[in-house]
């Protein structure tokens, strides 16, 4: 089965490496953009099948609901705090690198004089697929309680 994250991963890559002699910026930002999505949304689903599980056994309205949860300036602040919190090495590797890719994506979005070469733009995509092998391989205890402060509010 194909998830959502890889086949970003994937379409990052592509983007990347268009235009073998001379990438275009437009790909080259995209691909970063791209990456950050990547992570975006292998925390999302994470926190979906976690909360409400998968399979036939799951409620998909349900699920769908956890996934849109997610919000990107509240996980970006709960990832800031995942490594102060004691969180498993491969949580806070998830953590420390949707920080930075989200920070990326809106240079890459927003920031009219950001150019990347082809291999800054390649680090990048592999820091995504390498935080999401992390998160994939953090305890599932890890990964529900990370769950559980990227999308709830703590009173």
């Known amino acids: 089965m194909s998830f959502l994250a890889d086949d970003l991963i994937a379409t990052a890559r592509r983007l990347a490496r268009a235009n073998p002699k001379k990438p275009r910026q437009a790909e080259l930002r995209r691909a970063v953009s791209t990456a950050y999505y990547a992570l975006f949304h292998a925390l999302a689903r994470n926190c979906a099948d976690l909360f409400v599980g998968t399979g036939d056994a799951r409620s998909d309205g349900a699920w769908s609901q956890v996934y849109r949860a997610l919000e990107h300036g509240f996980a970006k602040n709960a990832c800031v705090q995942a490594a102060a ?3 498993h090495v491969h949580v806070v590797i998830a953590a420390d690198q949707f920080v930075l890719l989200q920070e990326e994506r809106h240079r890459a979005d927003y920031d009219p004089d950001t150019r990347y070469t082809r291999a800054q733009a390649l680090q990048i ?6 935080a999401v092998a992390a998160l994939r391989t953090a ?3 890890d990964q529900r309680a990370f769950a559980v402060l990227l999308t709830m509010k703590r009173r």
């Open 85 to 87: 919190l004691g969180f």
């Open 125 to 130: 995509i592999q820091n995504s697929e390498d």
């Open 139 to 141: 305890p599932k205890k």
